[in-house]
């Protein structure tokens, strides 16, 4: 459904990035909301929302594992992971920039969930 839709973009949509580094990641996570407490891991992915839900249907996504869905072309991603043991702010991260195939789960129609790439 849509709200958990929303909710996919805001923690993983980020079209046209700035920097793709450490400090791009200390800023998103804060500016997404995901760093209280840090999150451990986080995916950004540098695609437009078509191509990303694209891979709910054939045209960009495969069957996947139990649930989830992969893309069949792989995107400009950004992981983003937390620096050190605690997750009490501020949260420092570990960027880490490539092009990749992912994994998602789908609503009806529209992505939900962020899995994993590769
Ligand atoms: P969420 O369900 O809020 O999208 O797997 C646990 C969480 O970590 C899940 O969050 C997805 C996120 N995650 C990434 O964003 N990138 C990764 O590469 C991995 C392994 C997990």
Redesign the pocket.
């Known amino acids: 459904d849509v709200d958990r839709y929303k909710h996919?973009l805001e923690?993983?949509y980020d079209l046209n990035p700035r920097g793709r580094n450490d400090a791009y990641c200390d800023t998103m996570m804060r500016r997404r909301g995901l760093t209280s407490p840090c999150k451990?891991?986080?995916?950004f992915i540098h695609g437009t929302e078509n191509n990303i839900k694209d891979i709910c249907t054939d045209k960009n996504g495969e069957p996947y594992k139990e649930n989830f869905r992969r893309s069949k072309s792989p995107f400009q991603v950004t992981?983003c992971k937390l620096r050190g043991g605690s997750t009490r702010p501020p949260c420092r991260y570990r960027a880490t920039a490539g092009s990749r195939n992912i994994a998602i789960a789908c609503g009806p129609g529209l992505p939900v969930?962020?899995?994993?790439?590769f």
Request: charged residues 25%; without cysteine.
């Open positions: 996919f923690q993983h451990d891991t986080n995916t992981t969930h962020f899995d994993e790439s």
